[in-house]
């Protein structure tokens, strides 16, 4: 009779067992990115101001770009979207840049100045100079657009790349990636070669870099790119590019004619940038 009731109680906890694997594992969504744009007329001139822009928050999670239907509660700081435009002549210009906002111990004026900073210097790339039209005799109007997108961001930094768009008349527009990386401690002393983080002194960019650069060309970009992009090009080129970080992921920036879309980006995975690193506190977020 104890046999008996051992073996249905067995029975009853493997079958307990069996219904518990059996349950389907819930798994979390990747959600696309969504950009938006809340441009709005603030004023004349791009450094100042008589009324304060209306910012619009934007919040997004480490590896995401800015989303603004999705906050995470998990940063002790949050961002904001401030749309700011002005006019000189027929030139408009559009510009979107982030604001770090924290509580009452956090202040992030460096990180904010440079955010800034940045934005208005690449929608000011092409100058205020007008393009004049002989046949017409007038000027052309000229569109500068720049958008500020977050790549990554963590409690200590943070990764933006500003996105330009430069357009003539109806002609096609002149595109421009520009990026910003930083640190966000504002209670350290570090210079702005050190807050700043760049490709400079963040890799050894050496022959070897270069063959890894040109590798990632050859397998992630167009046929027309490859034949641009040859490894002498592409050594050439190395040094102060653009570069932003994801998750996984360094993507270096590379400049190509406009009509293969003026700069091309590729991904190159942490672990085989290992090899080139330089010293560097930074390296701790992605290499684990």
Same mark, same amino acid.
């Given at each position: 009779?104890k046999?008996k009731? &051992?073996?249905?109680?067995?029975?009853s906890?493997?079958?307990?067992v069996?219904?518990?694997?059996?349950?389907?594992q819930?798994?979390g969504s990747?959600?696309?990115?969504s950009?938006? =744009?809340?441009?709005?007329?603030?004023?004349? @001139?791009?450094?100042?101001? =008589?009324?304060?822009?209306e910012?619009?928050?934007?919040?997004?999670?480490?590896?995401?770009?800015?989303?603004?239907?999705?906050?995470?509660?998990?940063?002790?700081?949050?961002?904001?979207?401030?749309?700011?435009?002005?006019? !000189?002549? %027929?030139?408009?210009?559009?510009v979107?840049?982030? !604001?770090? @906002? /924290?509580d009452?111990q956090?202040?992030? =004026?460096?990180v904010?100045? @440079?955010?800034?900073?940045?934005a208005?210097?690449?929608? $000011?790339? *092409?100058?205020?100079?007008?393009?004049?039209d #002989?046949?017409?005799?007038? +000027?052309?109007?000229?569109?500068?657009?720049?958008?500020?997108?977050?790549?990554?961001r963590?409690?200590?930094?943070?990764s933006?790349v500003l996105?330009?768009?430069?357009?003539? /008349?109806?002609g096609?527009?002149v595109?421009?990636?520009?990026t910003?990386?930083?640190?966000?401690? %504002?209670?350290?002393?570090?210079g702005? %070669?050190?807050?700043? @983080?760049t490709?400079?002194?963040?890799?050894n960019?050496?022959?070897?870099?270069? +063959?890894l650069?040109?590798t990632a060309? !050859?397998? !992630?970009?167009?046929?027309?790119? #490859?034949?641009?992009?040859t490894?002498?090009?592409v050594?050439?080129?190395l /040094?102060?590019?653009?570069?932003? *970080?994801?998750?996984?992921?360094?993507v270096v920036? &590379?400049?190509?004619? #406009? $009509?293969l879309?003026?700069?091309?980006?590729?991904?190159?995975?942490?672990?085989?940038?290992?090899?080139?690193?330089k010293l =560097?506190?930074?390296?701790?977020? *992605?290499?684990?």
């Open positions: 009779m046999i009731k &051992l073996s249905w109680l067995f029975a906890v493997l079958l307990a069996c219904l518990a694997a059996c349950q389907p819930q798994q990747l959600e696309l990115p950009e938006t =744009s809340a441009l709005s007329s603030v004023g004349k @001139l791009p450094v100042s101001s =008589s009324s304060s822009p910012e619009t928050s934007s919040v997004s999670s480490g590896a995401a770009w800015s989303d603004p239907e999705h906050v995470d509660d998990g940063f002790v700081y949050r961002i904001n979207k401030v749309p700011f435009s002005w006019e !000189q002549g %027929e030139k408009s210009y559009e979107e840049y982030l !604001q770090i @906002l /924290g009452a956090g202040d992030y =004026s460096k904010n100045i @440079l955010l800034k900073e940045r208005m210097q690449a929608a $000011n790339l *092409f100058g205020y100079q007008p393009l004049y #002989q046949e017409k005799r007038e +000027n052309v109007p000229i569109t500068v657009k720049t958008q500020s997108e977050i790549a990554y963590d409690n200590q930094m943070i933006v996105r330009t768009e430069y357009t003539v /008349g109806d096609e527009p595109s421009i990636l520009e910003v990386n930083c640190y966000l401690d %504002e209670t350290n002393d570090l702005a %070669e050190q807050t700043e @983080l490709m400079e002194n963040m890799l960019v050496n022959d070897d870099f270069a +063959n650069v040109h060309v !050859q397998n !992630q970009t167009s046929v027309n790119v #490859q034949a641009y992009l490894p002498e090009r050594r050439a080129a /040094g102060a590019n653009p570069i932003y *970080f994801l998750e996984h992921h360094l920036s &590379l400049s190509v004619p #406009q $009509n879309g003026g700069h091309v980006e590729v991904s190159i995975p942490y672990s085989q940038l290992a090899p080139f690193m =560097s506190e930074i390296w701790r977020h *992605f290499v684990y």
